[in-house]
């Protein structure tokens, strides 16, 4: 069992899979700078609201023993209060339409570079080949 762990590890994809794994991460870091950093806050700025991952609407009652801000959500959302965080979920859906428009531009970009290889033609069923042979013969004893 461990000479097939060996093996498996050996592969060449799954060094492959993990370099992925580790360039990914990288790259969903700087996205979520991109928009938290860069993004967010010229859309908080258009909307009007500082921070835009603060928009929520509350749903139920504060706590009695609750000390906090009224408008902070994470320490609503610490407190069990029930919200709905439309403003985190806008942030993790723009971050995750960044990430696919650049994942479809280097998907593009990769395909225009790679050479593309040449397509057979479609295999003819056995039986159209059969009738063409026999077509063909029939012409030669008619000749």
Known sequence: ???????????????????????????????????????????????????????????????AGYAGAADDYAALKAAGVPMLGYGAFLTKLLNFLIIAFAVFLLVKQANRLMPRKEEAPPAEPADVVLLREIRDLLKEQRS
């Open 1 to 63: 069992m461990l000479e097939e762990f060996k093996a498996f590890i050996n592969r060449g994809n799954v060094l492959d899979l993990a370099v992925a794994v580790i360039i990914g991460a990288a790259f969903g870091a700087i996205v979520t700078s991109l928009t938290e950093d860069l993004l967010m806050p010229v859309i908080a700025a258009v909307t009007g609201s500082p921070d835009f991952s603060n928009l929520f609407v509350r749903l139920g009652p504060v706590p």
